[in-house]
């Protein structure tokens, strides 16, 4: 009965593994996410940029949608490689 009691030790780690992975997918989907902001806010009507921010918009406009389209294709190299690595 006592032997019964205890958990094997390789289903203690399958779910830190898990929770783990699903960690990386919420990080990497929030970096997503804030990526396409940058990219999509250059892309956008001066009408539809609130005040403060169309000055920079207007004087970074491509510096904007070069800092989104880098950081995307370094998100998903980051990935492949964390991808392969398990």
Request: glycine share 10%.
């Amino acid at each position: 009965m006592v032997a019964a009691a205890r958990t094997p030790v390789g289903a203690a780690t399958a779910g830190t593994s898990d929770s783990s992975s699903g960690l990386i997918a919420i990080i990497f989907g929030i970096a997503i996410g804030l990526a396409l902001l940058v990219i999509a806010l250059p892309l956008m009507p001066a009408q539809a940029v609130p005040r403060p921010l169309l000055n920079v918009v207007e004087e970074h406009h491509g510096d904007l949608l070069i800092a989104g389209v880098t950081a995307i294709l370094s998100i998903l190299v980051s990935f492949l490689i964390t991808q392969a690595g398990s």
